[in-house]
Structure formats: structure tokens, C-alpha cells
């Protein structure tokens, strides 16, 4: 069974500029995350999906951050413009169901950003 | 809100010692919780979970049992080896509302085994 995949797997932009990161989930998973991990620290959610709608975009900062999952599958995670304080790894997971707080997430290879 | 605290790292073992992450938590209502595992160039991976209170996640020769009444989930392992170094995530699982099923992690606990 193929994973979560991800790109770019890293990316440099200069700030003010704008980047846009993929991800393709397990075949069959409703749900999929984006999440941001700084480094040192634990990943945090940005955003969740179930199929194609948002279920969850309290925490992403909507000023600067979009993201979008047309047909439920691919998503993207777009940030215009950067700041250096976006300068992360990007992480996207998907699991199976949403209905349960049991449910297992995959998370991809990440895309690790540097604004300069 | 929820939230998750765990030991601070690095944590520096010889191999075949004994190991224990401290993991504990906040959180309203039942979460789920986990242990991830990121090794060197590779992304998080599910290590165990448990989902209840008492219940006890293990894999790998790792342990952790939910604890209600300590709000804890410690990671042990009775013998560690090098391929054991990577870095450890405790996190927990949203159970109701509009954040259920997010995950709250912990900062991470960098271990590193020398042979």
C-alpha cells in the first residue's frame, strides 16, 4: 500500500515571495491534515478535511495560508505571501474516518520550507 | 485546551539500558493517545496507542499504558538498541466537537543509544 506522498521535499523562497505544497493521501482515507512543525518543536495542526469539505481551520492563519482539497483526494497548502516565521516543515496525514478520535494518522515525508 | 508535556530531551542510553519517556496530559472528555516515532530522515510513523483508560499500547518491545488517574502515558522500553535513536512524540487525540480526531503533540524527546 502506497503512503502519504508529498512535494516539493524542500523548498527555499525569500519572504514575500509565495509556495505552494502537495499532497496525495492513502487511497481510500477521508480525512486529511495539515499540520506545521517548527523545529524543536511537536507538529500542530493547520487544517482537517473530511472528503472534500473543511471540518477543522481554527488554527491556520488565514491572512496568509490557503488550502484546498478538490475531489476529496490531492490537496494543496498554499502561503502568500511568506513569512520567516514560516519557515517549517509542512506535514500532511491522512487516516481512514474522521467519527473517531481512535483512527490511525499516516503522515507523509513532510516538506521541509526555508524563508529567507 | 488540551494539551501534552513530555520529558525534555536528548536522552542518551547505552545500548541494552533501560528506557522511560515521561508523557502527561490535559485534556476534556476521552482522547486517544499515542507514541510516534520519527527517525533520522524519515517522517513520524505510529510507534503504539491506547484509547482507553488501562489499556496498554506495545510494539517494537515498547510499552505505554493510559493512565486516567495520573493523566500519563510513559513509553518504556526494557532493553533499547541503536536503531532505537530517533525522536519520540507523545500526542493525543481530540474526542469530541469540531476537533475531533486532531492530534496535540508534545515538543519530542530526542534519544540517542551508543553502542
Known amino acids: 500500500e502506497a503512503g502519504v506522498a508529498q512535494s516539493p521535499r524542500y523548498k527555499i523562497i525569500e519572504k514575500r515571495q509565495s509556495v505552494a505544497f502537495w499532497c496525495n493521501p492513502i487511497s481510500g482515507h477521508a480525512t486529511l491534515y495539515w499540520y506545521q512543525q517548527i523545529l524543536g518543536q511537536g507538529p500542530k495542526l493547520l487544517i482537517q478535511f473530511q472528503n472534500n469539505g473543511v471540518v477543522d481551520d481554527s488554527q491556520l492563519p488565514k491572512d496568509r495560508f490557503s488550502a484546498e482539497r478538490l475531489k476529496g483526494v490531492d490537496s494543496t497548502l498554499k502561503i502568500q505571501p511568506a513569512k520567516l516565521e514560516d519557515s517549517a516543515v509542512y506535514l500532511c496525514?491522512?487516516?481512514?474516518?474522521?467519527?473517531?478520535?481512535?483512527?490511525?494518522?499516516?503522515f507523509g515525508p513532510g516538506t521541509r520550507l526555508t524563508v529567507l | 485546551g488540551n494539551s501534552v508535556t513530555q520529558m525534555e530531551g536528548p536522552v542518551t542510553l547505552s545500548e541494552e539500558a533501560f528506557l522511560t519517556i515521561n508523557c502527561t496530559y490535559t485534556?476534556?472528555?476521552?482522547?486517544?493517545l499515542f507514541w510516534y516515532v520519527q527517525y533520522p530522515g524519515e517522517g513520524l510513523q505510529l510507534l503504539l496507542k491506547?484509547?482507553?483508560?488501562?489499556d496498554k499500547g506495545s510494539n517494537k518491545g515498547f510499552e505505554a499504558t493510559y493512565r486516567k488517574e495520573t493523566t500519563s502515558f510513559h513509553l518504556e522500553k526494557g532493553s533499547v538498541q541503536v536503531s532505537d535513536s530517533a525522536v519520540y512524540f507523545c500526542?493525543?487525540?481530540?474526542?469530541?466537537?469540531?476537533?475531533?480526531?486532531?492530534?496535540?503533540f508534545g515538543k519530542g524527546t530526542k534519544l540517542s543509544v551508543k553502542p
Open positions: 485534556a476534556t472528555g476521552y482522547p486517544s
Open positions: 491506547a484509547t482507553k483508560a488501562d
Open positions: 500526542a493525543l487525540s481530540e474526542s469530541y466537537g469540531g476537533s475531533q480526531g486532531n492530534l496535540i
Open positions: 496525514a491522512s487516516s481512514f474516518r474522521r467519527t473517531l478520535s481512535t483512527d490511525t494518522q499516516y
